[in-house]
């Protein structure tokens, strides 16, 4: 049984879907945003595909992400989610949730910006240590203090992540009232868009 949906309005689903044309919808945004979550239900609604970029590394790899970062280090591990979201941005449309620092790589942010439409979920440090805090699986927070280095990855990918075409503000509210936050805010991409020529 699928959870219920809030009933968007058909012109604004409609709307968003132009918007996004044959591009992919990339969600960007800090460990416990809730990209993955939120991407999923923002698929559903758009009835298109959707794809977690963690998720297909592992499976290519065979490894999960800790074992990645263990294995190989940081920067292997960014050079192989470069290459694996550079791929899955080839077709489309789809919605794609990204890992936190994907969108850190040069490289990737211009290949997202220039072939997608990205969101980027903003949380506040207190929303995202309250979901990070409660599994012991993500390879960056396993420091002395984590939640300072969350403070400070915060700190360093914000001004970044504000480069995505759009921000939508991830908070505890309803995961469907976040996504239909989001569609709305691609939909309006499509009135500026027509508004633009006579300007």
Not at 1 to 12: F, I, N, V
Not at 102 to 108: E, L
Not at 138 to 160: G, M
Not at 161 to 181: C, G, H, M, N, W
């Amino acid at each position: 049984m699928t959870e219920p949906q809030p009933s968007l309005p058909e012109q604004e689903i409609a709307s968003a879907r132009r918007v996004l044309g044959r591009r992919n919808l990339v969600f960007v945004g800090l460990m416990g945003a809730g990209k993955s979550a939120i991407g999923r239900i923002v698929a559903q609604m758009l009835d298109i595909p959707f794809v977690d970029s963690d998720h297909e590394i592992e499976r290519v790899s065979r490894m999960s992400i800790p074992e990645l970062f263990e294995a190989y280090g940081e920067a292997e591990f960014r050079a192989l989610e470069a290459r694996v979201i550079k791929r899955l941005l080839r077709t489309g449309p789809r919605v794609l949730s990204t890992g936190g620092g994907a969108f850190m790589n040069d490289a990737t942010r211009a290949t997202v910006l220039a072939s997608g439409l990205s969101v980027w979920l903003k949380a506040d440090l207190e929303v995202l240590w309250t979901r990070v805090s409660k599994r012991d699986s993500r390879p960056l927070l396993k420091t002395a203090n984590p939640k300072q280095t969350l403070a400070s990855l915060l700190e360093q990918r914000y001004p970044v992540y504000a480069e995505a075409d759009v921000t939508v503000q991830s908070r505890d509210d309803p995961k469907e009232t976040i996504a239909a936050e989001a569609i709305a805010a691609i939909a309006r991409l499509d009135g500026e868009r027509k508004k633009a020529p006579s300007q």
